[in-house]
């Protein structure tokens, strides 16, 4: 009943108090979780709007920068403790312990949802204000509001105030951006529960598996990718369409990747918001590519390692962005472009390259990763066996095989559902048809996936633990 009547209320009230309305609903859902947590999400809110106005109101350059340093130190300190310290304890225990924890220093931490954005969101509003790219909110509440946006506010896109800044102002309500809105959801909940969450159970069973074989093991990654793709896209699409739904226009985070032609173009493509905010929040403030060849490779590498860690707490994330970053700097190496590779092979060559990352990603440790190799190359046998076979059931295969066809047919499918067509008259009719009858179809996706919803266990999102 949340949506229902968080909407309600919404289009009930003058647009002056809407902003409260949202920041009341969201406060509402964060807390519903847990209550002490959202305490953390209002500190680091009034920190951020404090510090930003005493930064843009500051004449002093040198006065300006210490603030800007001090301000960063309060979110990025939470992110710290509540995301990486007992990350830093346990590794500290294989290095000086014999890999025993140091009782004394562990903490029973729960990794609160959403920190990883929120926190991104008040480094983003802080360090634009500091470059005089934007102004400080002059409203707390819109401010306020923006930050605890729930249709995004646990998993993202990575959102800017200054993006959002003029539509908290005035901003566009009709039925047809509603109607788009309702679209978009659907689309994404069928991305998550008919597809995510189908091929899940193939995932979770392979790579939970100690050996798995040369079938089992191709079959894990090619689900887990699949499970992946969907679970995460679909999230970003429900997200746009909550937003739609009050007027709001979300920045798009995912561009079809699974049809790049290699690494670069992946993550032009990949969690687009995230690839946007480490670009011009890590890659440029050390250097870019200004400063020589040699320097920005460093920055491609650094910058992946760390957009790894922020993924988790665990050295398979560390090691992912080891991967990724390394196939960046290979890639400028040998001046790769979209241009320079056949479209069906670099998208082969990429898409595999893309898995075996995932795998890293997937794993629980970097054990476990490594029986994972093992087995893709063979060295654990070829055949499925017994104790996979049965947990393999044929819905879960279909979903799969489907959500590979719609990774792919996406582009085209897309732009039948967006309109995203010339405004030729016949063109546009033809289109108005097709696209009114594909969005009945999906909105008819969408309440069979609340229908198995309701029948199913609850399924998390995958980046909620991020």
Not at 178 to 195: H, P
Not at 445 to 462: E, H, I, T
Request: glycine content about 6%; charged content about 15%; proline content about 4%.
């Amino acid at each position: 009943m949340f949506l229902p009547l968080a909407l309600a209320t919404y289009y009930l009230v003058p647009f002056r108090f809407r902003s409260l309305v949202i920041l009341a609903f969201s406060y509402s859902f964060y807390a519903w979780w847990r209550l002490d947590y959202l305490m953390l999400l209002v500190l680091v809110t009034v920190w951020t709007y404090a510090f930003g106005k005493r930064i843009y109101e500051n004449p002093d350059p040198v006065r300006k920068r210490r603030l800007l340093i001090i301000s960063l130190m309060g979110p990025l300190a939470a992110l710290a403790y509540f995301k990486y310290f007992n990350f830093f304890v346990d590794s500290l225990s294989v290095f000086l312990n014999e890999g025993k924890n140091f009782s004394a220093l562990y903490a029973n931490i729960i990794l609160p949802i959403g920190i990883s954005f929120y926190v991104f969101q008040a480094v983003s509003y802080l360090v634009d204000i500091y470059r005089n790219d934007a102004a400080p909110s002059r409203n707390f509440v819109d401010f306020a509001a923006f930050k605890a946006l729930f249709p995004q506010l646990v998993a993202g896109p990575v959102l800017r105030y200054k993006d959002l800044a003029n539509q908290f102002i005035a901003r566009e309500h009709s039925f047809l951006l509603f109607s788009e809105g309702c679209v978009r959801f659907f689309t994404g909940l069928a991305k998550k529960v008919l597809i995510a969450d189908s091929v899940a159970p193939i995932a979770d069973a392979i790579f939970a598996k100690a050996d798995p074989t040369f079938v089992e093991a191709w079959l894990g990654a090619i689900a887990y990718s699949t499970q992946l793709y969907f679970d995460f896209s679909g999230y970003s699409s429900m997200a746009v369409g909550l937003g739609m739904m009050m007027g709001f226009r979300f920045i798009e985070n995912f561009q079809f990747p699974y049809i790049s032609r290699s690494i670069t173009e992946f993550w032009r493509r990949w969690h687009l918001s995230l690839s946007a905010w480490l670009r011009d929040y890590l890659y440029i403030p050390l250097g870019g590519s200004r400063k020589g060849p040699r320097r920005t490779y460093v920055n491609l590498f650094v910058t992946m390692v760390l957009g790894g860690l922020w993924h988790g707490a665990n050295w398979t994330f560390v090691l992912w962005g080891i991967w990724h970053g390394g196939l960046l700097v290979v890639e400028r190496l040998l001046g790769v472009t979209q241009t320079t590779r056949r479209p069906p092979v670099a998208m082969f060559t990429t898409l595999i390259l893309v898995m075996l990352g995932w795998v890293m990603f997937r794993a629980t440790d970097v054990s476990a990763a490594i029986d994972m190799y093992r087995g893709l190359v063979g060295l654990n046998g070829f055949e499925m066996q017994a104790d996979i076979a049965w947990q393999v059931k044929n819905f879960a295969l279909v979903c799969l095989a489907l959500g590979i066809v719609a990774a792919f047919t996406e582009p085209y499918v897309g732009n039948i559902l967006t309109l995203n067509v010339p405004r030729d008259r016949g063109v546009f009719q033809r289109t108005m048809r097709y696209g009114s009858v594909a969005s009945v179809i999906v909105c008819t996706l969408g309440l069979v996936s609340m229908l198995k919803l309701s029948a199913d266990n609850d399924s998390p999102f995958l980046y909620f633990q991020f």
